[in-house]
């Protein structure tokens, strides 16, 4: 696919998708009029990458984790500094407590949701 269809299927701006490519994050091939051509495995990877981002990991630190992600996995150990662990481990331990956040509030939505409903049931 083009990156028109795959900017349009993943929510991702063209510009953001080449820059994508620049940190190696996914590779386009080449047609012979100069043109990007992407995999349909790009799609799910573009969304990945993506919630990555949103969670607050770095482009140098999703390229390392990105092999674990795929079927079947492939996992580079060389690659694993110490500080590369570190690092990953913090952002998991702040990904959770993100979690455990929006669970918080999912929750106080949805009680507040129950109250409303319960009040309009009742109250009117």
């Given at each position: 696919?083009?990156?028109?269809?795959?900017?349009?299927?993943?929510?991702?701006?063209?510009r953001l998708l080449r820059y994508y490519e620049e940190q190696g994050l996914i590779a386009a091939q080449r047609c012979a009029n100069g043109y990007r051509s992407y995999d349909e495995r790009f799609v799910d990877r573009v969304?990945?990458?993506?919630?990555?981002l949103d969670a607050g990991l770095p482009t140098r630190i999703i390229k390392q984790i990105l092999p674990c992600?795929?079927?079947p996995r492939t996992i580079y150990f060389p690659d694993a500094t110490p500080e590369m662990l570190a690092t990953l481990e913090g952002e998991r331990d702040r990904m959770n407590e993100r979690i455990r956040c929006l669970e918080r509030n999912r929750d106080a939505v949805t009680e507040y949701l129950c109250a409303v409903r319960e009040y309009g049931a009742h109250g009117s």
């Open positions: 696919m083009r990156i028109g269809e795959l900017s349009q299927r993943t929510g991702a701006s063209r969304l990945q990458i993506r919630g990555l992600l795929d079927k």
